[in-house]
């Protein structure tokens, strides 16, 4: 956890260091001979030996031996500060000030993603990998989607269950119509001078049974909606007159009369 005030410190801090080690490298790493390890001069000589073994010509070449390899000389080795530990450095204040401590956040959302990219590449055959691995990617993604889509499908089942009713299950939301598509040419011939038009485009179906038992069912505007759908169009039809209101009331044996086809109804742009 940090405050402004230790950011403040720290970044003083870091300054301070910088500056010392590079009068540590200048005045006191300076005056020693320091050499590498001998397990460092056997790696680099044999990294030669396999270099030179890739080489077309090799055989006309003295051949590497191990008392060669064992006589060659340690190489001087410096106090370096050209590394990315020391680089990052001075980096560290502005980016706790930008994400926070390091205990924020981690790092395995990165490795998971690296593996799956790995895993995944494996599944190509090398030949344009990164459009195959989108491909693929866009594929679990929509297959992990239609899984939850699924269960929410599953719950409004069990729900409608529960309330006497059969709920059909969908691969999508029923209320988040498509309403961004253009108008229907035909909705468009309209005449200024009627009162109202309703379309008979029938492109954005919504299942009755979703449209009550989804997420948003407790909602005030859908308490008793059928039955009050099933008031209004008995009344329409049988000609009541409308008391601003509604059209009297109905025994549930007269609602039953009115069924919704395919227990669906439409959303449309224009009216």
């Given at each position: ?13 870091t300054k301070e260091v910088g500056m010392m080690m590079r009068a540590f ?30 080489q077309p010509d090799y055989q006309a070449q003295a051949p590497l031996t ?128 009627l009162h109202h038009f309703i379309s008979e485009n029938n492109n954005h ?67």
């Open positions: 956890m940090h405050s402004d005030t230790t950011l403040e410190w720290l970044e003083t801090i490298r200048d005045k006191t790493a300076s005056q020693f001979d320091t050499l590498e390890l001998p397990r460092e001069r056997d790696a680099r000589a044999r990294r030669q030996a396999g270099a030179m073994l890739q191990t008392s060669s390899t064992n006589q060659a000389s340690r190489k001087t080795r410096k106090l370096n500060l050209f590394t990315y530990k020391f680089h990052a450095m001075g980096d560290y204040v502005s980016f706790i000030r930008l994400f926070g401590t390091t205990d924020n956040y981690s790092t395995q959302i990165g490795e998971l993603a690296h593996r799956m990219v790995k895993a995944l590449y494996g599944l190509t055959n090398k030949r344009d990998a990164t459009k195959q691995i989108a491909k693929r990617y866009n594929r679990e993604k929509h297959l992990r989607q239609a899984k939850v889509n699924l269960q929410k499908a599953k719950k409004l089942e069990q729900l409608g269950k529960g309330k006497g009713l059969s709920v059909q299950i969908l691969s999508r939301h029923t209320h988040h119509v498509g309403m961004e598509m253009s108008t229907v040419e035909e909705d468009m011939k309209i005449s200024p001078d179906p919504i299942s009755l049974h979703s449209f009550l038992l989804d997420e948003n069912r407790e909602d005030p505007a859908k308490k008793d909606f059928w039955p009050k759908l099933q008031d209004h169009l008995l009344g329409r039809l049988l000609g009541r007159d409308f008391d601003g209101d509604s059209y009297g009331s109905f025994t549930n044996n007269e609602r039953n009369s009115i069924d919704l086809y395919k227990k669906r109804f439409y959303a449309v742009k224009t009216m």
